[in-house]
């Protein structure tokens, strides 16, 4: 423990809490960062528990790139279902390119859609 408490106060450049009597005190950058953390505390556990995803009340955007037949034979049936159970949910469509899997890994879309079959090599 004592430890942690060493690397915190490098990071924060302040001892955060002083001994005072049997006790000890946060000192005025401690109570920020204290301040800070239960705020952010609550969003960190539910970002790592993993919220549950209620439509309803989402005003989500989901980027989607997908080609030409996978937006004719797809989006149709998806915006219906979309529209039914999210109304303010957002989808935004791209045209499929080259680079498709790099963005959905770089976080730039959300997912990439395609109809046509897989060929095997």
């Given at each position: 423990?004592?430890?942690?408490?060493e690397?915190l106060?490098?990071?924060?450049?302040?001892?955060?809490?002083?001994r005072?009597?049997?006790?000890y005190?946060?000192t005025v950058r401690?109570?920020?960062v204290?301040?800070?953390?239960?705020?952010?505390?609550?969003?960190?556990?539910?970002?790592?528990?993993?919220?549950?995803?209620?439509?309803?009340?989402?005003?989500?955007?989901?980027r989607?790139?997908m080609?030409?037949h996978?937006?004719?034979?797809?989006m149709?049936p998806?915006?219906?279902?979309?529209?039914?159970a999210?109304?303010?949910?957002?989808?935004e469509?791209?045209v499929?390119?080259?680079?498709?899997?790099?963005?959905?890994?770089?976080?730039?879309?959300d997912?990439?859609l395609?109809a046509e079959?897989?060929?095997?090599p």
């Amino acid at each position: 423990m004592s430890r942690a408490l060493e690397r915190l106060r490098e990071m924060f450049g302040d001892v955060l809490l002083v001994r005072s009597g049997r006790a000890y005190e946060r000192t005025v950058r401690g109570e920020r960062v204290l301040r800070e953390l239960e705020s952010l505390m609550p969003r960190l556990e539910a970002m790592v528990r993993g919220e549950s995803f209620a439509p309803e009340g989402s005003h989500e955007r989901f980027r989607v790139a997908m080609t030409d037949h996978a937006a004719a034979m797809l989006m149709p049936p998806l915006l219906r279902r979309v529209r039914a159970a999210a109304t303010n949910v957002k989808v935004e469509v791209s045209v499929w390119h080259s680079h498709v899997y790099e963005d959905v890994t770089a976080g730039r879309l959300d997912t990439a859609l395609s109809a046509e079959a897989r060929r095997r090599p």
